[in-house]
């Protein structure tokens, strides 16, 4: 906390009054002020399906679920802030000054507890796309059912559970990614079922533009094309939301982050996957270093481990940093209690651009390892095309886990993630190259089934 008081007073010192430029700052508060709600009555501020999931892995409702008082969201505002996101979990408001001198008539409110700067800019018009055509998928028919999208899914025997019937059905997964171009209008997409979007970012504008890394990322998961491609988990229920700011790197993308995962938990979530990750900024200045990979410094990976302790299945992108200076992991991916995916190629051997670990605290990541190199995947325009990164291993493997999910709806999320890891590739001599290796989706399935037969 100290380390943000000195960022504050850094920029609050640095930063002058431009025509057009706006603050953010991240305000945490001492509590959330008298409440109108309350944890016995759930039902005031937490979807049905919400509490339906918690309820079936026994975990309660707690204090961090209520909501922040409206009262004090009021008074942040007549201090001449806008507000921009917050998060319940963990007791903060981001708000916006026009000029950063304002910030000062925060620290006079009583229950702010301190305040560091996560973001500067400029607005930015957003164009909304105004086409309605439907854009066809650029590929010929293969021979098998998987089409381009094979060798990714046969590498983890993901195959196997699929033609038991388990194709994600029923399955709710949260997309958390920069943008789905195209995705509304794409041929491979028109029988997902998508619940539901949310812009963190730029709320209320569509997330089917303006980036297409998660277009990308939603295809290697829900891709609906037999002999064309299909993704690994073609009958689940999507959410997709917008965290990401394509115009920058500023810290303020946590809070967008966390907001999303909040989100996600709100409708009922199981499964989050994320193909984002952060360690370093336009400001040098909020810079992490390897020492900050604790799993409890990061903002984005407090929010991550309260995810995983709510019940949901949270798959995070290792990073491409194997290759650069940074080399490590990124943040939330050094969160403990989540699955964090580094790459391999169809050689089974650990992708040279794959982060690895371990954290600062000498926990073992990434935790498990999937297909990164030359992934298919689909872009805007519908067209097929070959894809590197921990960002598509990621969704490969969390389609994979909704599936044994799936299969196995009587083990709770903590217990699907040790499955996966317990019948990886190299589970008995785990590694910080690519932790306990390449997952057999289809023995875990086997043990879970067996496992469960004995609690019977």
């Not at 998961?221 to 394509?246: C, F, H, Q, R």
Request: one cysteine or more.
């Amino acid at each position: 906390m100290k380390y943000w008081l000195l960022l504050l007073y850094l920029f609050a010192s640095t930063l002058s009054w431009s025509e057009n430029t706006y603050y953010r700052f991240r305000v945490y508060l001492k509590d959330k002020g008298n409440q109108i709600y309350h944890i016995h009555q759930p039902e005031a501020f937490l979807s049905e399906a919400a509490h339906a999931r918690r309820n079936q892995q026994h975990i309660p409702i707690s204090e961090s679920d209520l909501p922040i008082s409206a009262a004090y969201k009021q008074q942040l505002t007549n201090s001449g802030c806008t507000l921009i996101t917050e998060s319940r979990w963990l007791s903060t408001v981001v708000v916006e000054y026009p000029d950063s001198s304002l910030v000062e008539n925060l620290k006079q409110i009583a229950f702010v507890d301190s305040v560091c700067w996560v973001w500067k800019g400029k607005h930015i018009p957003w164009q909304d796309p105004t086409s309605t055509e439907t854009l066809s998928t650029d590929a010929e028919p293969l021979r098998n059912p998987y089409g381009y999208a094979q060798k990714q899914i046969r590498m983890m025997q993901g195959d196997k559970l699929h033609k038991r019937g388990f194709k994600g059905e029923g399955m709710r997964i949260a997309v958390i990614d920069a943008g789905f171009t195209d995705v509304n209008r794409i041929e491979a997409f028109a029988s997902t079922h998508i619940a539901g979007t949310r812009n963190m970012v730029y709320p209320g504008k569509t997330v089917y533009a303006s980036d297409e890394h998660g277009t990308k990322v939603l295809s290697c998961l829900a891709a609906n094309l037999p002999g064309v491609m299909t993704g690994t988990a073609p009958e689940a229920t999507y959410w997709l939301i917008k965290s990401e700011d394509s115009h920058g790197e500023s810290p303020i993308e946590q809070d967008y982050w966390a907001a999303a995962v909040e989100y996600a938990d709100s409708v009922g979530a199981y499964i989050i996957t994320s193909s984002l990750g952060y360690f370093n900024f336009d400001e040098p200045a909020t810079d992490y270093t390897h020492d900050d990979l604790t799993g409890k410094t990061a903002f984005i990976s407090q929010a991550a481990q309260i995810a995983a302790e709510k019940g949901l299945l949270v798959f995070s992108s290792a990073g491409n940093e194997g290759n650069t200076r940074w080399e490590k992991i990124t943040v939330p991916a050094d969160t403990p209690d989540i699955l964090t995916v580094g790459a391999v190629t169809e050689k089974r051997e650990r992708s040279g651009f794959s982060s690895i670990g371990p954290t600062a605290d000498g926990r073992i990541k990434p935790d498990v390892a999937a297909m990164g190199t030359n992934c298919s995947v689909i872009e805007p325009g519908g067209f097929i095309r070959q894809a590197n990164g921990t960002s598509f291993a990621t969704p490969i493997l969390a389609g994979l886990g909704a599936c044994l999910w799936q299969a196995l709806p009587h083990l709770n999320a903590a217990e699907i993630r040790a499955l996966i890891k317990q019948y990886a590739s190299q589970a008995k001599q785990p590694d910080n190259q690519l932790g306990y290796g390449i997952p057999n989706i289809y023995k875990s399935y086997k043990a879970g089934l067996k496992n469960g037969s004995k609690r019977r």
